[in-house]
């Protein structure tokens, strides 16, 4: 199959602590905590969208890949937070990076597996050979509604890859599969300004039933053992859920912990699953086994399964890293955090 040959990511320096929310809603601050497993998450800059972090993230996978922009024949860009109802932000990134006109180009939407979905569509273009090079970025500015559970984790960010032939990748896809159901546990309806979510509802029926799902598909699809990979990825709407999910697949701490971004930045929608694949990216040797497994509600999980190649520590410096993102920081006032996210989903 193909194989991941650049990969970027942006995360804006803008934070908010989850003390700083609780104090306004007037919660409890430790019950919070222990719930989600967080304490700040990343906010976007007032001139920030779903669109500026793609284009961050993709100039940093253009770096890595090292390959003239305009060989990539197709751009998809996955979100919920688009900054257009009608018209695409996949355009904008092709322009930005002055790809050309010779592309097809295609926003995605599946909450927050909206980004992964690029990957898959890429490699099988890259595998077909209607296309020599893929760019699948999933990016977010995610929305909540102020006063509800949601607005102590929902972040900004996203994270870019190039897709391209095997040879030369800094990481073959060897396997992938998904795992769909019609299960409505979050939503947002047409001109409503925020989402709604069913609840616990989340949970056992809708995150776990997909992720557990998707994930021991492509291990029955591969033969593989959870005890095969050097790094495991998991959807993070916060922390307590993939580590669960991990503990019962049998994964070790040691194994999540390299991707297990949320706990520094909260969740980043389509982004996030993506970003934690970025982060062990930027750190990863040579034939290393990594397992991502994607969650968007809906309901849906995506499950990859890559090895990196020798090449992956010669491009590995060429582009800001996550933890370098993760590291830059300004912290807002509630009031700040507000104008924030007002001014961008105007």
């Given at each position: 199959?193909?194989?991941?040959?650049?990969?970027?990511?942006?995360?804006?320096?803008?934070?908010?602590?989850?003390?700083?929310?609780?104090?306004?809603?007037?919660?409890?601050?430790?019950?919070?905590?222990?719930?989600?497993?967080?304490?700040?998450?990343?906010?976007?800059?007032?001139?920030?969208?779903?669109?500026?972090?793609?284009?961050?993230?993709?100039?940093?996978?253009?770096?890595?890949?090292?390959?003239?922009?305009?060989?990539?024949?197709?751009?998809?860009?996955?979100?919920?937070?688009?900054?257009?109802?009608?018209?695409?932000?996949?355009?904008?990134?092709?322009?930005?990076?002055?790809?050309?006109?010779?592309?097809?180009?295609?926003?995605?939407?599946?909450?927050?597996?909206?980004?992964?979905?690029?990957?898959?569509?890429?490699?099988?273009?890259?595998?077909?050979?209607?296309?020599?090079?893929?760019l699948g970025v999933g990016a977010d500015t995610s929305q909540a509604e102020p006063g509800n559970a949601l607005e102590y984790s929902a972040a900004a960010g996203g994270a870019a890859f190039i897709i391209g032939p095997k040879n030369g990748s800094v990481a073959t896809l060897d396997f992938?599969?998904?795992?769909?159901?019609?299960?409505?546990?979050?939503?947002?309806?047409?001109?409503?300004?925020?989402?709604?979510?069913?609840?616990?509802?989340?949970?056992?029926?809708?995150?776990?039933?997909?992720?557990?799902?998707?994930?021991?598909?492509?291990?029955?699809?591969?033969?593989?053992?959870?005890?095969?990979?050097?790094?495991?990825?998991?959807?993070?709407?916060?922390?307590?859920?993939?580590?669960?999910?991990?503990?019962?697949?049998?994964?070790?701490?040691?194994?999540?912990?390299?991707?297990?971004?949320?706990?520094?930045?909260?969740?980043?929608?389509?982004?996030?699953?993506?970003?934690?694949?970025?982060?062990?990216?930027?750190?990863?040797?040579?034939?290393?086994?990594?397992?991502?497994?994607?969650?968007?509600?809906?309901?849906?999980?995506?499950?990859?399964?890559?090895?990196?190649?020798?090449?992956?520590?010669?491009?590995?410096?060429?582009?800001?890293?996550?933890?370098?993102?993760?590291?830059?920081?300004?912290?807002?006032?509630?009031?700040?955090?507000?104008?924030?996210?007002?001014?961008?989903?105007?």
């Open positions: 199959m193909a194989g991941i040959v650049g990969w970027g990511s942006y995360i804006p320096k803008y934070r908010i602590t989850v003390e700083e929310i609780a104090a306004v809603q007037g919660q409890n601050l430790k019950a919070i905590i222990d719930g989600l497993g967080l304490t700040e998450k990343s906010v976007p800059g007032k001139d920030e969208d779903a669109a500026t972090i793609a284009v961050h993230a993709s100039r940093d996978a253009l770096k890595r890949a090292g390959i003239n922009p305009k060989e990539i024949g197709a751009v998809y860009v996955g979100s919920e937070s688009h900054p257009y109802a009608v018209k695409p932000t996949a355009s904008i990134v092709g322009e930005a990076l002055d790809i050309g006109n010779e592309y097809t180009a295609l926003d995605t939407e599946f909450a927050c597996k909206a980004g992964s979905g690029t990957i898959q569509i890429n490699a099988g273009m890259v595998d077909s050979g209607m296309i020599k090079y893929g992938t599969a998904s795992f769909t159901s019609d299960t409505p546990d979050f939503w947002r309806r047409a001109l409503q300004p925020y989402p709604a979510h069913a609840g616990r509802f989340t949970g056992e029926p809708a995150y776990f039933k997909h992720v557990l799902g998707a994930t021991n598909l492509i291990l029955k699809k591969s033969g593989a053992k959870i005890s095969d990979f050097d790094h495991i990825v998991l959807h993070m709407p916060n922390a307590k859920f993939p580590e669960r999910a991990a503990k019962i697949l049998g994964a070790t701490p040691k194994q999540i912990e390299v991707g297990l971004v949320v706990k520094k930045i909260g969740n980043t929608y389509s982004g996030s699953s993506l970003l934690g694949l970025a982060a062990v990216l930027d750190v990863a040797k040579p034939e290393q086994k990594i397992l991502v497994t994607s969650y968007g509600s809906g309901a849906g999980s995506d499950s990859f399964i890559f090895t990196t190649t020798n090449k992956i520590l010669l491009v590995q410096k060429e582009a800001r890293k996550v933890s370098e993102y993760i590291a830059r920081k300004e912290y807002l006032g509630y009031a700040q955090y507000l104008k924030h996210m007002e001014e961008i989903h105007k």
